[in-house]
């Protein structure tokens, strides 16, 4: 796998984007449920930081919002008439079928799917398999779509094997790749593959919120890509406790390094033993962040671990890319400030303004799926997805022209709000070169 780089593909915030406090668990989604939301500002925050990542020399990779309001899901529930008419009888028998049905939530790229590089796959293929999202219900509508836009990136079967999600079933709820991380030496060698799980599908849960991720469906993934050098680690049961939702809330890794929180594992020795012993070629260096210096409240808040931890051409430590909410916060910022300090792997810490997609839960790393590539496949992606200085102007510029710049809770019931998306997204198919028919409402 000569070559090897990691890419970083991120969901385009979508038309819709609002805070309806879908997503028990996630303790800023709940808390900012009802406020109005900026799609706009929403938009070129996200494009923004793709940018960054782009001009500091990393493939960058924009995937597509999904069609929302959902109308034929809506149909499903058997809601009847034209489509502004199906809208309206949501909102008033089925509210919280309609707002799922609104959500903009496929922004989150990293829940987007679990990927095994084509270094770590039994038949050398990268392999990608979209997340059910089967917690929630607005998330669950998303894996059909998500599909559709992977094999858009990663259209050559030679090379990608875009798989179809697990069964939507309790037993088999994942997450995607906010519970995974990848460490090795280098991105082209054969790596750790770290697959994080909050609770066994065939044993009692009793937390205050949802342990979304299953062991059995972190197992099925792994077994499905032929991946070599799988780690099975539980989540922390009191850190699911005090809202972390995904193990990337605590959690980041790059190359031969694990940044996390002193309650990331509910087995910490044995976790680093297993990634000791499944590590081929280097020694895994842990980054441990205690509770004293850092309270999981603050983490979860600053979103720290949040960050993304990227390796970028020509330097020799990572570079940890924060949301704003870490500099703001001084224990975080402490800490922040220390790793570069100090001469351990982490070298840089840069800030990216993301407080729109913050507001729901989401930081730098929830917005992007990684996808290591080697020279021949990343040339055999769809350069028309590629975030170029010419494409992100473009999207700035149709996100300047489609998209609300306020958007309150009352105003999703807006029936204008489905041509309005519908017409911002079939601008956007043009753009991506995704073709006529990518959209459900254009295959109508």
Known sequence: MTGAIEANADGLIGPTHSYAGLSPGNLAAMGNAGNASNPRAAVLQGLDKMKRLADLGLPQFVLPPHERPDIGFLRTLGFTGSDARVLEQAWKDAPAFAAAALSASPMWAANAATVTPSADAADGRVHFTPANLHTNLHRSLEHAQTKRALEALFPDPERFAVHDALPAVAHLSDE????????????????????????????????????????????????????????????????????????????????????????????????????????????????????ADLPLADAISSYLFNSMLVSLPGEDRLTLICPTETRDNARAHTVAQGLVASNGPIGRVEYVDVRQSMRNGGGPACLRLRVVLNEAELAATNPAMRLTEDLHERLAAWAGRRYRDTLAPVDLADPALIEESRGALDELTGILGLGSGFYPFQRT
């Open 176 to 291: 995607g790749a906010a519970n995974h991380v990848r460490l090795c030496a280098e991105h082209g060698a054969a790596g750790v593959n770290l697959l994080v799980w909050g609770r066994d599908a065939f044993e009692a849960w009793d937390g205050p919120y949802p342990a979304r991720q299953t062991r059995q469906a972190s197992e099925a993934v792994a077994r499905r890509h032929g991946a070599s050098g799988a780690v099975l680690a539980q989540q922390s049961r009191a850190a699911i406790a005090g809202g972390t939702f995904h193990n990337d809330v605590v959690c980041v890794g790059a190359l031969d390094t694990l940044f996390h929180h002193a309650l990331a594992f509910e087995d910490m020795a044995g976790t680093h033993a297993a990634i000791r012993a499944a590590a081929t070629g280097f020694e895994p260096v842990f980054v441990e962040v205690s509770s």
